[in-house]
């Protein structure tokens, strides 16, 4: 069965750091682009950040850029992201993806495989 598990989330306050992680199985995913989207309760899926198959180049959310970072690990089979100087507004069910495309897009559309959400809450 492939699929995708994230880990990782938990309550913290403002401006601490949490380091969340995806792991693929069933199939490897060096081959997908890859990225992290969140949900906030009454609020639409929105893109975080997403890093290409070759790991050469990511794409961040204006919201996250300069505190965010997105890496991967393909021999692990394994996607990283690491969240600094977090805020009460990034509380939220965390999803990893991946897309069959080389090139990581905002768009949910583009991503066939999701892991099940990790929750991170962040106090003020």
């Known amino acids: 069965q492939v699929r995708l598990v994230d880990s990782g989330g938990g309550v913290v306050q403002a401006g601490a750091s949490l380091r969340l992680s995806c792991v693929g199985s069933?199939?490897?995913?060096?081959?997908?682009?890859m990225a992290w989207f969140r949900q906030a309760p009454g609020k639409e899926r929105e893109f975080v950040a997403g890093?290409?198959?070759?790991?050469?180049?990511?794409i961040y959310a204006d919201s996250v850029k300069g505190r965010f970072a997105i890496s991967r690990e393909n021999f692990l089979n394994l996607l990283n992201l690491q969240m600094n100087n977090l805020k009460p507004e990034d509380t939220a069910l965390y999803y990893c993806?991946?897309?069959?495309?080389?090139?990581?897009?905002?768009?949910?559309?583009?991503?066939?495989?999701w892991g099940q959400g990790t929750q991170v809450t962040v106090s003020s």
């Open positions: 993806a991946a897309s069959p495309s080389a090139v990581a897009t905002t768009s949910t559309l583009q991503y066939n495989y």
């Open positions: 890093i290409n198959r070759n790991s050469g180049s990511t």
């Open positions: 069933g199939r490897t995913f060096r081959n997908d682009a």
